[in-house]
T-cell receptor, first 111, second 112 residues
Framework: DSGVTQTPKHLITATGQRVTLRCSPR?????VYWYQQSLDQGLQFLIH???????AKGNILERFSAQQFPDLHSELNLSSLELGDSALYFC??????????FGDGTRLSIL | DQQVKQNSPSLSVQEGRISILNCDYT??????FLWYKKYPAEGPTFLIS?????DKNEDGRFTVFLNKSAKHLSLHIVPSQPGDSAVYFC???????????FGAGTTVTVRA
C-alpha cells in the first residue's frame, strides 16, 4: 500500500461528459502529480501541484484542469470527453526530491 | 518526443538467473533516474533510484547501473524470482524539475 488513494477505481462515461478524479496523497507529502497512461504506453506527465500551487504542466489538454485543496487532496477535472481520453490516470505524491509514490489509478472508459 | 526509451518490450528469464533491463535517455539535463515495478491493476511501485553523481546503486537483489556518457542505465535483478514477473518502467527527472519522464515499460516473465 503506497498510502496514495485514488477514487473512483473505474469510471465509465460518454463522449462530451465531464468527470472528476480524486487523489489523497500520502501523509506529509505536499507534492501531487498527475499522469496519464494510454494503452500499452508509458506514463505521461500532466501536472504538478505543491502545497496548493501549480508548479509544472506537461502536455495537458485545455479541456483538463486540476487543483490541490488546503487539505492537500487533489482533483483532476476532465471535460468535453473524447474517445481518446480513455486511459489510466495515476496520481503520485512525494516530498520534493524524493521518489514519487503512486496510487492504483482510475481507469476511465469513454463510450 | 520520447526522451526515455526502453527498447525491449518483453523479457523472459528462468527463475534463479539474472534479469537485465535496459533504458536509454536523450535529455542531458536528466540527473535522477528511477525504476518502478508495476503489477496489473496496481500503480507503479518504486524499486530503486540513482543520482547522476553515482554509477551504481544496489539494494538487495536489485542493482542499477548508470553510464552517463552513453546516456544509458540498466537494472539487474539477481536472482530472478517468480514474484518479479511484472512490468518495469524506467523514469528520469532533472534538477528541480520533479516531473518524471517514463519509458514505455518492459514486461518481465520469470519462468519456473
Amino acid at each position: 500500500d503506497s498510502g496514495v488513494t485514488q477514487t473512483p477505481k473505474h469510471l465509465i462515461t460518454a463522449t462530451g461528459q465531464r468527470v472528476t478524479l480524486r487523489c489523497s496523497p500520502r501523509s506529509g507529502d505536499l507534492s501531487v502529480y498527475w499522469y496519464q497512461q494510454s494503452l500499452d504506453q508509458g506514463l505521461q506527465f500532466l501536472i504538478h501541484y505543491y502545497n496548493g500551487e501549480e508548479r509544472a504542466k506537461g502536455n495537458i489538454l485545455e479541456r483538463f484542469s486540476a487543483q490541490q485543496f488546503p487539505d492537500l487532496h487533489s482533483e483532476l477535472n476532465l471535460s468535453s470527453l473524447e474517445l481518446g481520453d480513455s486511459a489510466l490516470y495515476f496520481c503520485a505524491s512525494s516530498v520534493p526530491g524524493q521518489p514519487q509514490h503512486f496510487g492504483d489509478g482510475t481507469r476511465l472508459s469513454i463510450l | 518526443d520520447q526522451q526515455v526509451k526502453q527498447n525491449s518490450p518483453s523479457l523472459s528469464v528462468q527463475e534463479g538467473r539474472i534479469s537485465i533491463l535496459n533504458c536509454d535517455y536523450t535529455n542531458s539535463m536528466f540527473d535522477y533516474f528511477l525504476w518502478y515495478k508495476k503489477y496489473p491493476a496496481e500503480g507503479p511501485t518504486f524499486l530503486i533510484s540513482i543520482s547522476s553523481i553515482k554509477d551504481k546503486n544496489e539494494d538487495g537483489r536489485f542493482t542499477v547501473f548508470l553510464n552517463k556518457s552513453a546516456k544509458h542505465l540498466s537494472l539487474h535483478i539477481v536472482p530472478s524470482q517468480p514474484g518479479d514477473s511484472a512490468v518495469y518502467f524506467c523514469a528520469a527527472s532533472g534538477t528541480n524539475d520533479y516531473k518524471l519522464s517514463f519509458g514505455a515499460g518492459t514486461t518481465v516473465t520469470v519462468r519456473a
